[in-house]
């Protein structure tokens, strides 16, 4: 079992771009849930997704997106990025919303805007 | 509002001594509350679980609710549990919320 699969594991981009980010979860889960972990902080929950719907956000703008997929994958897209963005990306599962155990992280995306 | 405190940054004790890493939080209901760790260039894991009550190498927490605390103890410390330790608690609709981390420095 690969665990938690995320890609790129890093990416550039310049102020103003537009980026996705993209979530395999654990083989059985059905959760993905999306965090942002700047310099020296705790991770900060951006949102959820279960049965291809947003569940739950974070106080996140509206320039954070995301999408679940029928095979439980997701990808989270930022838009207009500002240099505030760059930050380790990470994706979590977990099976239905957490309630059958604890969340397996991914390594995450090291987005850094320029 | 949904917390949770890590007052430590850095901890460090040599190798043998005992640890306690402290968490504090604040919730109005009820919530689960976790212990994860990273080891450098790992991936954030799942050290243990409240509800589970285990003690995972060697690591403990008990919840106490009165003083809405979750510290991690273990009484002899290891080179190999240098890590940063993140305390975390979950909601009923399962979004994770974490603390600052600690970094635990124990030296040989």
């Known amino acids: 079992d690969a665990g938690v699969t995320q890609s790129p594991t890093h990416l550039i981009k310049t102020r103003g771009q537009q980026v996705t980010l993209r979530c395999s979860p654990k083989?059985?889960?059905?959760?993905v849930s999306w965090y942002q972990q700047a310099l020296g902080q705790g991770p900060q929950f951006i949102f959820q997704?279960?049965?291809?719907?947003?569940?739950q956000r974070g106080n996140f703008p509206d320039r954070f997106s995301g999408h679940q997929f029928p095979n439980y994958s997701s990808e989270l897209n930022v838009n207009a990025l500002l240099l505030g963005d760059s930050a380790l990306y990470l994706c979590?599962?977990?099976?239905?919303?957490?309630?059958?155990?604890?969340?397996?992280f991914g390594s995450g995306t090291r987005l850094t805007v320029v | 509002a949904q917390r949770v405190t890590q007052p430590e940054k850095l901890l460090s004790v040599f190798k043998g001594a005992p640890v306690e890493l402290k968490c504090n939080y604040s919730?109005?209901?009820?919530?689960?509350l976790f212990w994860y760790v990273q080891y450098s260039r790992q991936r954030l894991q799942l050290l243990l679980r409240?509800?589970s009550r285990e003690s995972i190498k060697g690591f403990t927490a008990d919840l106490n609710k009165g003083e809405t605390s979750f510290h991690l103890k273990k009484p002899f410390a290891q080179e190999e549990d240098s890590a940063m330790y993140y305390c975390?608690?979950?909601?009923?609709?399962?979004?994770?919320?974490f603390g600052q981390g600690t970094e635990l420095s124990v030296k040989p």
């Open positions: 409240h509800i």
């Open positions: 997704y279960y049965e291809e719907e947003e569940r």
């Open positions: 975390a608690l979950t909601n009923q609709g399962g979004k994770l919320i």
């Open positions: 083989s059985g889960h059905d959760t």
């Open positions: 979590a599962s977990s099976l239905i919303r957490g309630q059958e155990g604890g969340y397996t």
């Open positions: 919730y109005s209901g009820s919530p689960e």
